[in-house]
């Protein structure tokens, strides 16, 4: 199994990939991401959480949000607005995230539902 290790993984003059770790245990709250180098534009956002088959990839310009999730729940696919990262690794369990930007990445305001448990993995791809 490959090692997940936190930082950037690849940058050019156009974007930046930058992975980041959360404990969807937390409480609701912010979780600021850096590394970008740049106020961005727009970001794709991939996450899971580590050892299960719940994931989202979300879509963003830092105010308009919209996501596809695998739902580890139900073992289906969904989607939202308004939200980035939607991880629901049991049923009624949710950890929601809306990314918006700053001059070097952004923050995730996270909502917690419930009692959702995991890491989080959240790969990055801003675009300047």
Do not use: E
């Not at 290790?5 to 690849?10: A, I, S």
């Not at 991939?46 to 830092?62: D, E, M, P, Q, R």
């Amino acid at each position: 199994m490959p090692v997940f290790n936190p930082g950037v993984l690849y940058s050019d003059s156009r974007f930046k990939v930058t992975v980041h770790t959360y404990d969807v245990a937390t409480a609701s709250g912010n979780q600021t991401l850096t590394g970008a180098g740049f106020t961005p534009k727009a970001a794709v956002i991939f996450a899971n959480i580590s050892a299960t088959v719940t994931h989202s990839i979300g879509l963003t310009n830092g105010t308009t949000h919209s996501v596809v999730l695998g739902n580890g729940a139900a073992g289906n696919f969904n989607s939202t607005d308004g939200s980035d990262i939607c991880l629901q690794p049991a049923s009624g369990n949710y950890a929601l995230g809306a990314l918006t930007f700053n001059s070097d990445g952004g923050v995730i305001a996270w909502t917690k539902q419930a009692s959702p448990t995991g890491t989080a993995n959240i790969y990055v791809m801003w675009f300047r």
